[in-house]
């Protein structure tokens, strides 16, 4: 084993030599001996020993005292001090300079061993102590991730420069301050605070990470998207003794997914658009072959045309002109729903009559096929909703009911109105062809018609239209359907501001 070297410094030449030889028969290297503070730190300088022996009374404007406390600071060499004084002063100017031991004379060589051994294990244990230390502090300085901890109050006992630079707060104003203050979350979805992840921590022991979409509110009000994860400190197993909170800057992953999303849509719009353009051209080439063809068998019969004959073209041609302006009125109202141009423009309606005058209408247009019962609970003589879009909604559906039933049959209508939940609900029921189950959750998609409604005249367009007209509203639409029996239509629509009622 490699022996300690050790500076001896004692103004008194026998005491001294006496210290030296007994060190040299402990089998410590004696590097020198020091009779002054002076010459003590320049012979520490100069010979480098693991530790020094110090006189605390020198001769000499530098004291025993003075000197070590230069020698520790400056040269990083531990101390033991030794006197014949053992005065609580001097105790306590010793005690500024943290010396790694303390002798009081006479002592024995044995006392100096154990001192020895004892100052030399202490600062190997300091030693590394300060490597662990620095190697930590240089770990959490250098991250690019923020870390703040807290003690088991929830106050910060630390923040490394990178939670310093997304909070905005200073580490120094932010070491015991209440972490909510500085680590201040709002969801970004809802725009409300959500509850601070240490708070979770301390209650549950648990580790907590952020939901989605969070963002941090730094001190100058600023926005960051982060992500986090906020862990219990524990120094012995279940005593949590604070949490670490990790967390980290998302905003370019955010941007960069909203670039991504944006994108997307833009594509989906542009597929949509080419479909759109594609069907439509499509949907308009049977009515114009339908008129043409009319037009041609007029001229080519001239004056030879029954009149009943000519009543049959003049019909398909109205008819055909009349598929025409509905699929351009439907394809105009895409358009505009499409470009959120879509008006909302409620006025106080009164349902009840409202709904009586659309079926009196469907009466008159379609045919005495079909038998519409209305029922009604409502008495509300002023609901507010957009009379142009509750037209297009519920005339579509009374349209489809009507058109999947071809066979006739009942078409149940009812309104209900509930003054509690504020809703009204619409119901139309059929007893047609129904919607095979395949096809079901499709049938809110553009041109998407069901496999048994092909031979059936219609763009699948009318339900997406009935859906946006909904969702101006705020409200839902739902519907079950059963090949064969029939399909029942429901939209629910709040009562907005605005009501009163007749009762
Ligand atoms: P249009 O755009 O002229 O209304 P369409 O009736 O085909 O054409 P939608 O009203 O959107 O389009 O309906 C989409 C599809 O849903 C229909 O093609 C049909 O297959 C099915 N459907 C809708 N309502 C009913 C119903 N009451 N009974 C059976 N099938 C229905
Ligand atoms: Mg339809």
């Known amino acids: 084993m490699v022996q300690a070297r050790i500076l001896v410094v004692e103004d008194e030449v026998i005491v001294a030599r006496t210290i030296a030889s007994q060190l040299n028969q402990l089998g410590y290297v004696v590097t020198g001996i020091a009779s002054s503070g002076k010459v003590a730190i320049a012979k520490a300088l100069e010979t480098k020993p693991e530790i020094v022996l110090m ?39 010793a005690k500024i300079t943290q010396p790694f ?4 004379k006479p002592f024995t060589i044995k006392d100096l061993q154990i001192a020895i051994e004892i100052a030399l294990l202490k600062y190997r244990l300091e030693c590394e102590l300060r490597e662990n230390r620095d190697q930590l502090a240089t770990i959490l300085n250098s991250m690019s991730d923020a870390v703040i901890a807290t003690d088991e109050q929830g106050m910060v006992t630390f923040m490394n420069p990178a939670s310093e630079a997304l909070t905005g707060w200073q580490r120094e104003e932010a070491l015991g301050t209440e972490v909510s203050r500085i680590f201040n979350l709002v969801d970004e979805v809802t725009d409300t605070p ?55 800057d998302m905003s370019e992953k955010r941007q960069t997914e909203l ?70 009125d439907d394809v105009l109202f895409m358009g505009r729903s499409e470009a959120g141009k879509l008006r909302f423009n409620p006025t106080p309606i009164n349902l009840d009559e409202f709904c009586r005058e659309l079926i009196a ?17 409502c008495e509300i003589t002023e609901a507010w909703m957009d009379e142009h879009l509750l037209h297009y909604m519920l005339g579509n559906l009374l349209s489809n009911a009507v058109k ?18 504020r809703v009204i609900t619409f119901i139309i029921q059929d007893q047609g062809i129904g919607i095979p189950e395949v096809d079901q959750s499709r049938l809110f998609e553009s041109f998407y018609r069901a496999a048994n409604a092909h031979l059936i ?47």
């Open 404 to 421: 999947y039933s071809p066979a006739g049959g009942t078409i149940q209508f009812d309104l209900r109105c509930n003054l509690v939940e």
């Open 259 to 328: 670039l991504k999303q944006a994108l997307e849509k833009e594509q989906e719009l542009n597929s949509l658009k080419s479909l759109f353009i594609s069907t439509v051209s499509h949907e308009f080439r049977n009515p114009l072959t339908v008129i043409q063809t009319a037009i041609e068998l007029i001229e080519i019969q001239g004056d030879n045309l029954s009149e009943a004959k000519k009543t049959t073209y003049i019909r398909r041609i109205k008819s055909a002109v009349q598929n025409m302006k509905h699929l351009m």
């Open 194 to 248: 959500i509850e601070n992840p240490v708070t979770k921590v301390l209650q549950e022991h648990n580790v907590v990470y952020l939901g989605d979409y969070i963002s941090l509110i730094d001190k100058n009000g600023r926005r960051i998207p982060i992500g986090d994860s906020a862990s219990p400190l524990m120094r012995r197993p279940n005593q949590v003794n604070g949490v670490v909170v990790v967390f980290w």
């Open 55 to 93: 006189d605390i009374i020198l001769k000499g404007e530098i004291d025993g005292i003075t000197a070590a406390s230069y020698i520790h600071e400056q040269l990083d060499i531990p101390v033991i001090f030794l006197t014949a004084y053992s005065d609580n002063q001097t105790l306590e100017r």
């Open 457 to 503: 005249q219609g763009n699948g367009l009318g339900l997406v239209i009935v859906k946006r007209c909904v969702e101006a509203h705020n409200g839902q639409i739902t519907f079950t359907s059963q090949v064969g029996v029939g399909t029942r239509f429901t939209i629910i629509l709040p009562l907005t501001t605005g009501i009163s009622s007749s009762q």
């Open 101 to 104: 031991g303390y002798i009081v």
């Open 361 to 377: 209408e469907f009466s008159l247009i379609g045919s005495n096929l079909h038998e519409f019962i209305f029922t009604s609970n």
